[in-house]
């Protein structure tokens, strides 16, 4: 079965394409307008071993809150229709990554009860054009848009660069070990028989 989902959202705000290939092997072409969060992106579909594309016009001259928020809608409406039925994955992961003096725990569940625990601290507004606080803003509509319980937890770091980077690479790596299929899970996961 190919896990893979395109979602084509446009709204007066923003016009995404996304493509997205739960096993894929970690390509990536991301054009957002954002250049921090396209590296991001970038950082998530490699460490994740997921196939991304994201095209998407959006309103930059009023901000990067639209843009942002809008992928992240976009990327788990995608996640969720790759995964269909859930049977056979995993359905938790957690990864710790280390980025220089930065640490980040990412722990989540593709539960369908969506939940945002966000405990993380970015010292500074700004990364480039990218306003470090749509880090919990981009999380949040993936979470919601995907089903997912999920959990960021910053453990040390002081350089905002290294913390955002070190999330998105413990989002990837945690969501592919979620995604994973095990022979010996009949159906899916859960004494409730569903996701």
């Known amino acids: 079965m190919i896990r893979s989902a395109q979602i084509a959202r ?44 994201v095209n998407c016009d959006g309103d930059l001259e009023v901000d990067c809150h639209h843009t942002i928020e809008d992928i992240g809608i976009a990327l788990g409406q995608a996640l969720s229709k790759a995964l269909g ?18 640490l980040a725990m990412v722990s989540l569940d593709i539960s369908g009860r969506p939940f945002l625990v966000y405990d993380v601290v970015i010292p500074s507004q700004n990364i480039g054009t990218y306003d470090s606080e749509m880090t919990e803003e981009f999380l949040r509509a993936l979470a919601f848009n995907a ?17 955002v980077e ?30």
């Not at 997205?20 to 071993?49: P, Q, Y």
């Not at 089903?147 to 913390?163: P, Y």
Request: charged share 25%.
């Open 10 to 53: 446009k709204t007066a705000e923003t016009d995404i394409k996304l493509q997205f290939d739960i096993d894929g092997n970690g390509k990536s072409v991301i054009n957002s307008g954002v250049g921090f969060f396209d590296h991001m992106l970038v950082l998530f579909a490699k460490h994740g071993l997921f196939d991304l594309t």
């Open 85 to 102: 039925d859930k049977a056979g994955i995993k359905r938790y992961g957690t990864a710790f990554v280390p980025m220089d003096e930065a």
């Open 147 to 163: 089903g997912l319980t999920l959990h960021i937890k910053l453990l040390s770091g002081k350089n905002s660069h290294h913390i």
């Open 166 to 195: 070190a999330i998105f690479k413990a989002l990837g790596r945690a969501l592919d070990e979620a995604t994973r299929k095990d022979e010996r899970i009949v159906g899916v996961m859960s004494t409730k028989g569903t996701l």
